[in-house]
Antibody, heavy 121, light 108 residues
Framework: QVDLVQSGAEAKKPGASVKLSCQASGGKSLVKYGIHWVRQAPGQSLEWMGWVNAGNGDTKYSQKFQGRVTITRDTSATTAYMELSSLRSEDTAVYYC?????????????WGKGTTVSVSA | DIQMTQSPSSLSASVGDRVTITCRASQSLGIFLNWYRHKPGQAPEVLIYSASTLQSGVPPRFSASGSGSEFTLTISSLQPEDFATYYCQQGYNSAGPTFGPGTKVEMK
């Protein structure tokens, strides 16, 4: 069973960017999978941000974050990244990565423990 | 965009109770509906996928049904670890998934 190991907490100022990572444990390959990024702001529901096909690098983004989010993976398909720019206080949230076998529509069956991002002046 | 709603938004229950949560979508999803449990401070975990298929390792006290635009999740006998928030999620739209607003199950 693979675990997804996420990078540590970040504290950023408004207007800055943040780049988070999500690595498969043991260097396992995610080539057959997609990686979603989902966030949860305090007191809010889960919110989908985007997805990358770890095999070929194709991406899909939520319209809400289009232009502000970039999701990539390394060519060894063991790590995915999510970069969010022009941060504002409303971006304060826990950010999760989650694995899905196949397309963007597939179920998210393995989740990382989350990375807390705090945005404050 | 496909809009998801859940009812109730919260409920109070005791260990051993039977609990049912409803999820509705703004359009038909077929059976492309998944259920997740989210305990505070932990990662969400999938319970049910494709509307009614129990994820491997999930206890059989969880069951779900539905198709089209109305779905239900049932916990037959609530256990202490089930006090959490439950989310439905549509996997029908190729533009990307959408989660419901959540149902918080609290201890009575």
């Amino acid at each position: 069973q693979v675990d997804l190991v996420q990078s540590g907490a970040e504290a950023k100022k408004p207007g800055a960017s943040v780049k988070l990572s999500c690595q498969a444990s043991g260097g396992k390959s995610l080539v057959k999978y997609g990686i979603h990024w989902v966030r949860q702001a305090p007191g809010q529901s889960l919110e989908w941000m985007g997805w990358v096909n770890a095999g070929n690098g194709d991406t899909k983004y939520s319209q809400k974050f289009q232009g502000r989010v970039t999701i990539t993976r390394d060519t060894s398909a063991t790590t995915a990244y999510m970069e969010l720019s022009s941060l504002r206080s409303e971006d304060t949230a826990v950010y999760y990565c989650a694995r899905a076998f196949g397309t963007v529509m597939a179920v998210m069956d393995v989740w990382g423990k989350g990375t807390t991002v705090s945005v404050s002046a | 965009d496909i809009q998801m709603t859940q009812s109730p938004s919260s409920l109070s229950a005791s260990v051993g109770d039977r609990v049912t949560i409803t999820c509705r979508a703004s359009q038909s999803l077929g059976i492309f509906l998944n259920w997740y449990r989210h305990k505070p401070g932990q990662a969400p975990e999938v319970l049910i996928y494709s509307a009614s298929t129990l994820q491997s390792g999930v206890p059989p006290r969880f069951s779900a049904s539905g198709s089209g635009s109305e779905f239900t999740l049932t916990i037959s006998s609530l256990q202490p670890e089930d006090f959490a928030t439950y989310y439905c999620q549509q996997g029908y739209n190729s533009a990307g998934p959408t989660f419901g607003p959540g149902t918080k199950v609290e201890m009575k």
